[in-house]
């Protein structure tokens, strides 16, 4: 069956520090793969989604990026965050065009 | 572009009613409809879904109409009971070759006991 990880579950990071945070799917392949970004109390804001290896699209400019080393994998990436960047992560994926399967989430807090 | 309005924000029933949420949807071309529903910092799971050329779907308590006129599906819930208490989104994916699913801004549900 199918899982998708995600870590680090919680995160606590100053201003202005580097973010890292990777998705893994299992038993599944060339899926679609997504990163959400949910605001305390909020809605679901598409980041970032991709179709295959090293092929990214972009919803939202902003100081995040985004990269798919491996069908998959997919990795969330800041340089510099700002306090505007917490929230709870959500990577998802999905085959063929169905529902979307999301993993356990990170919660970050940029302090 | 794309757009889900959904409605209401927040609703509060007693327990054993039903609850209905609503969503519109802009793009004629969406062919899929799931609904999620989101407990207190947990994971959006998937609890029913309904494709364009079916008009009604019914899983026990939970059953989802759509409207392909009038771009409306709804969500309803039967016998509500303390548990059903949570977020729910409605969704909607375009037609083949479209990858984003524009999601609702969601419902607070609550059951009281």
């Known amino acids: 069956s199918q899982t998708i990880h995600q870590w680090p579950a919680t995160l606590v990071q100053p201003v202005g520090s580097p973010l890292s945070l990777e998705c893994t799917v299992e038993?599944?392949?060339?899926?679609?793969l997504y990163w959400y970004r949910q605001a305390a109390g909020r809605g679901l804001q598409l980041l970032f989604y991709s179709v295959g290896i090293g092929q990214i699209s972009s919803e939202v400019p902003q100081n995040l990026s985004a990269s798919r080393p491996q069908d998959r994998q997919f990795i969330l990436s800041s340089k510099k965050l700002l306090l505007s960047d917490s929230g709870f992560y959500l990577c998802a994926w999905s085959v063929l065009g169905s529902w979307q399967y999301f993993g356990p989430g990170t919660r970050l807090t940029v302090t | 572009g794309e757009n889900v309005e959904q409605h209401p924000s927040t609703l509060s029933v007693q327990e054993g009613d039903s609850a209905v949420i609503k969503c519109t949807y802009s793009d004629s071309a969406s062919n899929y409809f799931p609904w999620y529903k989101q407990e207190l910092g947990k994971r959006p799971q998937l609890i029913i879904d309904i494709r364009s050329n079916v008009g009604e779907k019914k899983d026990q308590r939970i059953a989802v109409t759509l409207n392909k006129t009038a771009k409306h599906f709804s969500l309803h819930i039967t016998e509500t009971q303390p548990e059903d208490s949570a977020v729910y989104f409605c969704?909607?994916?375009?037609?083949?070759?479209?990858?984003?699913?524009?999601f609702g801004t969601g419902t607070r549900l609550k059951v009281l006991a």
């Open positions: 969704a909607a994916k375009g037609a083949s070759g479209t990858y984003k699913y524009i």
């Open positions: 038993g599944t392949s060339n899926p679609n």
